[in-house]
């Protein structure tokens, strides 16, 4: 069983364009995502999966140097990106991953690919019933759950967002999702904003690169606290909005 985990990453980000080769403690943010995807035991490979686009040039030549599998596809139509990566890679399982996310654990990659393999369910997550903090997401498919969403979903919002076409689905698809004891959605640790991306750098100030776990950046906030004020005010966009 081929276990890959697709980067979706782009440079037109409608709030903060460029974000996904920002720095970050002397790193694009992109490499920090893949380093962290890479150290997954569960994942045998990483595809960052851009567009076709010009203006991605740049990140696809970028990506292209991480030592990892580079794909182009449709902008807007994500889903299909996601497909034809994972076709021509010959994937059994798909790990959704975006590249807005350099706080993302390895750990909580191997709990939800390990999940989808023992309950052998259509769909496993750590966002079904949101407890994480917002940048902690993963989500696995096996392939033939991605083909048939990739077959059947036909409004904006699913192909733009990949598996909306099975999680808004429970009648149809069967889920697996785990949470943690304690609820901390409220936190954000994705980079949507620049009020986001000062808080991701300061966490970085604190940790540096080395393989740090989710735990350990709770341990940071918890002796700064102040951090996360930086982006306390910032909303998240709903799946709808585009």
């Known amino acids: 069983m081929t276990v890959g985990a697709i980067i979706q990453a782009r440079t037109a ?3 903060l364009p460029g974000k996904v080769l920002a720095d970050i403690a002397g790193a694009p943010m992109l490499a920090r995502v893949v380093d962290r995807a890479r150290r997954a035991r569960t994942v045998d490979r990483v595809i960052v999966a851009t567009t076709t686009e010009s203006r991605d ?5 970028y990506a292209g140097t991480l030592a990892v599998d580079v794909f182009r596809g449709s902008e807007d139509d994500v889903l299909d990106r996601y497909y034809q990566a994972a076709l021509l890679y010959e994937l059994d399982v798909v790990v959704r991953i975006t590249s807005d996310c350099p706080l993302l654990d390895p750990g909580l990659i191997d709990r939800v690919v390990t999940l989808l393999r023992d309950s052998r369910a ?5 966002t079904l019933e949101r407890t994480f903090p917002r940048g902690l997401d993963v989500q696995a498919v096996p392939f033939a759950t991605l083909e048939r969403a990739w077959r059947e979903a036909t409004s904006v919002h699913e192909r733009a967002h990949v598996l909306p076409y099975v999680y808004e689905r429970p009648e149809t698809f069967s889920m697996a999702g785990f949470t943690d004891a304690v ?3 409220h936190m954000r640790w994705t980079v949507d904003t620049e009020e986001d991306l000062t ?3 300061e966490i970085y100030r604190s940790l540096g690169a080395q393989d740090f776990a ?3 950046v709770l ?3 918890e002796s700064r606290p102040e951090l996360l004020q930086i982006n306390a005010t910032v909303r998240q966009k709903t799946a709808h909005e585009l």
Not at 57 to 61: G, K, Q
């Open 199 to 201: 808080c991701v750098r």
């Open 183 to 185: 609820n901390r959605s």
């Open 57 to 61: 040039d740049e990140l696809a030549r």
């Open 214 to 216: 989710w735990t350990d």
């Open 219 to 221: 341990k940071v906030l």
């Open 122 to 126: 259509d769909y496993a997550a750590n």
């Open 13 to 15: 980000s409608t709030r």
